[in-house]
């Protein structure tokens, strides 16, 4: 009978020390904010010109590139999350080992950009310019690889390398190649 009031003591010792940090919790939870920032130090000040500068292993958490020029930017091994870059420039950007995950790159010119060795999981590009542009080795959901393939055109003029060559298109279960204009 000792050895249970002696166990029901120590549980109830706990349940004091961590009662004023449950009811803080409850009282004021951390927010979603706060664990991502809208507006990271990386970035700030990040309005102006953009085009050619050197943003190379910068982060853009829920961050909104919309219409921005990054044209001939370096990126290479830059992190994106949550960003939308609707509208914006990448022509001839160095893309090389970008994380970018769930980021809408809706009606950007991406022409002749090197996304190679990339991870751009979640990440939509519907009407985004891909002429040109290097996706080697860079992983994409199906659909989009299969919606970029459809469309893809022109070879990157610094690699060398095929549009459609490089998401690898003709690997791709019922891909059909586009019909040449003319």
């Given at each position: 009978?000792?050895?249970?009031?002696?166990?029901?003591?120590?549980?109830?010792?706990?349940?004091?020390?961590?009662?004023p940090l449950i009811i803080g919790l409850l009282l004021n939870p951390i927010s979603a904010n706060a664990l991502?920032?809208?507006?990271?130090?990386?970035?700030?000040?990040?309005?102006?010109?953009l085009h050619g500068q050197d943003l190379q292993n910068t982060e853009y958490v829920k961050y909104d590139l919309?219409?921005?020029?990054?044209?001939?930017?370096?990126?290479?091994?830059?992190?994106?999350?949550?960003?939308?870059?609707?509208?914006?420039?990448?022509?001839g950007a160095n893309m090389d080992s970008l994380i970018a995950y769930a980021t809408r790159f809706d009606n950007?010119?991406?022409?002749?950009?090197?996304?190679?060795?990339?991870?751009?999981?979640?990440?939509?590009?519907?009407?985004?310019?891909?002429?040109?542009?290097?996706?080697?080795?860079?992983?994409?959901?199906?659909?989009?690889?299969?919606?970029?393939?459809?469309?893809?055109?022109?070879?990157?003029?610094?690699?060398?390398?095929?549009?459609?060559?490089?998401?690898?298109?003709?690997?791709?279960?019922?891909?059909?190649?586009?019909?040449?204009?003319?």
């Amino acid at each position: 009978m000792v050895s249970i009031f002696s166990s029901l003591n120590k549980s109830f010792k706990r349940l004091l020390i961590f009662l004023p940090l449950i009811i803080g919790l409850l009282l004021n939870p951390i927010s979603a904010n706060a664990l991502y920032p809208s507006d990271p130090s990386s970035v700030d000040g990040l309005k102006g010109n953009l085009h050619g500068q050197d943003l190379q292993n910068t982060e853009y958490v829920k961050y909104d590139l919309s219409g921005q020029d990054l044209g001939e930017t370096n990126l290479q091994g830059a992190y994106m999350s949550v960003t939308t870059a609707a509208n914006a420039s990448f022509k001839g950007a160095n893309m090389d080992s970008l994380i970018a995950y769930a980021t809408r790159f809706d009606n950007a010119d991406l022409s002749n950009a090197i996304l190679t060795n990339s991870d751009l999981l979640k990440s939509y590009f519907d009407g985004a310019n891909i002429d040109g542009t290097d996706f080697t080795d860079s992983n994409l959901d199906l659909s989009q690889r299969k919606a970029l393939c459809a469309r893809a055109t022109g070879t990157n003029p610094k690699t060398g390398v095929d549009t459609l060559d490089s998401l690898e298109c003709t690997g791709l279960k019922g891909y059909m190649p586009p019909t040449p204009k003319g």
